[in-house]
T-cell receptor
C-alpha cells in the first residue's frame, strides 16, 4: 500500500545532542511537510518542500533544519535539542493543494 | 486572528446521538477544506474533504458555507469508536501549499 513512513517511531535524545528524524513516502507526492505537535495542540508547521523548493516558516527556530535528497525522502535535523523540543513530529505529503497524508509520527523525548 | 478556529469542546454525547462541529476560517481566498480525525497519540487521518456542494460519507456529512466562511461536520448515530479529536484544515490559494489547522474538537461518545 502507498504510504508515509517515519523512522524511528520513538526517539530519546540527550539535551543538546543532535538528532535526525526521517520520513519516506511511496505516494510520489510533490510536497512534503514537517509538523511539530505538542499535547492538546494542533500540529504546527515547521517547513515544507514543494518539489525541491524549501519553504521555512518564519517562526521555526534555526535549531531545526531539513533535507530532501529526492522525491521520496525528507529528513528533520534538530541540531541542539532542548527540553522544549520534546513533541510528536509528523511528516505529511500532498499532491499540490490536495489532501495531506500523515505518517505515524516520531515521538521525541529529550532528557 | 487565527486562520482557523474551532470550538475545542469537549463534546460528550451518548451513543446514537447526532453531533455537529463547526469551524470558521478567516481567509476568503481559501479553496480546499478538510476534516481530519486524530486519535490520542496517533497521527491525523483524513476523514473527508469538504466540497462546495456538501458531501456525505455514511454517517458523516460535511458542509461548506463560503459566504459565512465556515465548514461543518455532522455525525449521525454516534458510535463509541467515533471518540477522537476532529481537526478542521483549510488550504488557501494565496498561501501556496500551507495547510492551516484548527486546534481540534474533542468528542467522547458515552455508552
Amino acid at each position: 500500500d502507498a504510504m508515509v513512513i517515519q523512522n524511528p517511531r520513538y526517539q530519546v535524545t540527550q539535551f543538546g545532542k543532535p538528532v535526525t528524524l526521517s520520513c519516506s513516502q511511496t505516494l510520489n507526492h510533490n510536497v512534503m511537510y514537517w509538523y511539530q505537535q505538542k499535547s492538546s495542540q494542533a500540529p504546527k508547521l515547521l517547513f515544507h518542500y514543494y518539489d525541491k523548493d524549501f519553504n521555512n516558516e518564519a517562526d521555526t527556530p534555526d535549531n531545526f533544519q531539513s533535507r530532501r535528497p529526492n522525491t521520496s525522502f525528507c529528513f528533520l535535523d534538530i541540531r541542539s535539542p532542548g527540553l522544549g523540543d520534546a513533541a510528536m513530529y509528523l511528516c505529511a505529503t500532498s499532491n499540490d493543494r490536495n489532501e495531506q497524508y500523515f505518517g505515524p509520527g516520531t515521538r521525541l523525548t529529550v532528557t | 486572528r487565527k486562520e482557523v478556529e474551532q470550538d475545542p469542546g469537549p463534546f460528550n454525547v451518548p451513543e446514537g446521538a447526532t453531533v455537529a462541529f463547526n469551524c470558521t476560517y478567516s481567509n476568503s481566498a481559501s479553496q480546499s477544506f478538510f476534516w481530519y480525525r486524530q486519535d490520542c497519540r496517533k497521527e491525523p487521518k483524513l476523514l473527508m474533504s469538504v466540497y462546495s456542494s456538501g458531501n456525505e460519507d455514511g454517517r458523516f456529512t460535511a458542509q461548506l458555507n463560503r459566504a459565512s466562511q465556515y465548514i461543518s461536520l455532522l455525525i449521525r448515530d454516534s458510535k463509541l469508536s467515533d471518540s477522537a479529536t476532529y481537526l478542521c484544515v483549510v488550504n488557501s490559494r494565496n498561501t501556496g501549499n500551507q495547510f492551516y489547522f484548527g486546534t481540534g474538537t474533542s468528542l467522547t461518545v458515552i455508552p
